[in-house]
């Protein structure tokens, strides 16, 4: 057994330290240093079989004492609880943790329980601030639309198989051009696609159901409209299926049905342009370079992101991600997650996220490395995008896109390369609102935190005014 084997040394210090032996006494009666048995009690040095037997002896230890099989969940939840950001200071270290587990298990599972309680509590906190912040959630369509995707986890294998057989009636050398689609639209529907350059009042689409055209903007982006025009396939040929879908969620109005009316069709559309299959292969052999996806598949930005998170069939399954979608004012108008990240609902969002950063220097992605108040970590992308019409005079919006994922996925992103994604001191410690959030030594807090009673000291003040420790 060599020392990296030898694990047993937390086993002895709490045997010794159960029947009352200081480490002077025991060392003594082995006829070893102090120093040295401190060294066997943190697995620093291997005891040679002898020394093991005297041990053993003098501790009433029996070998299946020493082999007993530690729960690696038991290990890995109890690690997790010394991660959460109330417990940060007292800089715990992984060992330790294990420690607790192998000396006394049922002390781990009763931290677990605690954890799990503060976690559920933190989360209830949040949802009562959030609904005095917004009203009740349920009256704001796009929230309700979120709810509906999450449900469904971004995949609707209806839409994906009635997306790869338009894609493969309409595909030219395996990719989806505008003008195929128009074509398609025209033979299959005798529906006409006029591109026309808006004169009076600007408008990005107009269909006439009774003449059966389609006016797109020549304003728009090429990519643009030729969503439009995959949206218009699937509106013609799947709004049975689309029915269905939405038949199985409960909407609270009817507006916000036709918001998600809305994002299926955007979907489905997306389907078409970016046939499943190929996008999944395209998406793991250039590792998730989202940039080089889109000039691939001649698609937008977001286009491509959204895509990217709706990657969860089965048998051809992507990484889980989270997609969300702010303004410089922090209004959240997207948000999406499977990698288990908390997003925020609405404005008043942690400003150290990097989707907030990204508008300091647009249309760069940027990376980071972020540390939820939960200990989870997550490897996250942002970069901004205009929206709008692209004419002089014309005000366009600029938002920007955060896309991200569990910590374990990282290395498969091209964005990780170079990257320490060990390096626990690059990770940025972000929350989900000042007020969801613990950290009193956080430079940006703007608000307190609601799980925490705080007073203002005249005399004295830390890193804000809410803080004076």
């Known amino acids: 057994m060599s020392i990296k084997t030898f694990n047993y040394g937390s086993i002895i210090r709490a045997k010794r330290q159960k029947k009352n032996l200081k480490s002077k006494e025991l060392a003594k009666k082995l006829g070893i240093s102090p120093a ?42 109890t690690k997790d609880v010394f991660n959460i950001s109330l417990l940060e200071d007292l800089d715990i270290r992984p060992e330790e943790a294990d420690e607790v587990v192998k000396t006394n298990p049922k002390i781990a599972k009763a931290l677990i329980r605690l954890a799990n309680d503060h976690n559920e509590r933190d989360n209830e906190i949040g949802d009562d601030l959030e609904k ?17 995707i999450q449900k469904n986890n971004n995949y609707f294998p209806e839409l994906e198989s009635f997306a790869n057989k338009i894609f493969d009636k309409v595909k030219t050398q395996n990719r989806v051009q505008y003008s195929s689609l128009c074509d398609f639209l025209n033979s299959e529907y005798n529906l006409t696609v006029k591109d026309v350059a808006p004169k009076e ?19 728009t982006s090429l990519e643009t409209r030729k969503l439009f025009a995959a ?4 509106q013609m040929g799947a709004s049975d299926i689309i ?7 409960s909407f609270p109005t009817e507006v916000s049905r036709k918001v998600a009316n809305v994002a299926l069709l955007n979907y489905t559309g997306a389907a078409i342009i970016m046939d499943y ?3 999944f292969q395209e998406c793991l052999h250039f590792r998730y370079d989202l940039e080089l996806l889109q000039n691939s598949f001649a698609v937008s930005f977001e286009q491509v992101v959204h895509r990217a998170t709706s990657l969860n069939n089965p048998n051809m399954k ?3 991600l989270h997609l969300i979608r702010v303004d410089r004012s922090g209004n959240v108008s997207k948000r999406f997650s499977l990698s288990g990240i908390e997003l925020p609902r609405s404005s008043g969002a942690c400003p150290l996220w990097n989707v907030f950063t990204a508008f300091s220097n647009p249309n760069i992605i940027h990376t980071a490395v972020s540390k939820m108040t939960d200990g989870s970590t997550y490897f996250c992308l942002a970069r901004t995008v205009e929206k709008g019409i692209a004419k002089y005079g014309e005000a366009r919006s600029l938002l920007s896109i955060g ?10 992103m091209v964005y990780s390369d170079g990257m320490n994604l060990e390096d626990k001191k690059s990770e940025i410690p972000i929350g989900v609102s000042c007020r969801r959030c613990d950290r009193l030594d956080c430079s940006q807090r703007a608000f307190p935190p609601a799980t925490k009673k705080y007073d203002v000291d005249l005399n004295s003040r830390g890193v804000s005014i809410f803080v004076n420790e």
């Open 36 to 77: 040295f048995l401190s060294l066997i009690e943190t697995n620093e040095r291997k005891p040679n079989a002898d020394l093991m037997l005297l041990i053993q002896e003098h501790l009433e230890l029996s070998n299946e004492d020493l082999t007993r099989k530690i729960d690696p969940g038991l290990e890995n939840q």
């Open 132 to 148: 005095k912040m917004i009203g009740n959630k349920t009256s704001f369509p796009g929230e309700i639309v979120s709810e509906f």
């Open 201 to 219: 009042k600007l408008f990005t689409k107009i269909y006439y159901p009774e003449k059966k055209e389609m006016y797109l903007s020549e304003f």
């Open 231 to 234: 949206n218009q396939v699937a």
């Open 243 to 249: 029915k269905d879908y939405l038949d199985d969620f």
């Open 277 to 279: 299959k190929k996008f």
């Open 318 to 320: 992507g990484i889980p």
């Open 403 to 412: 896309l991200g994922c569990n910590i374990k996925y990282a290395k498969e």
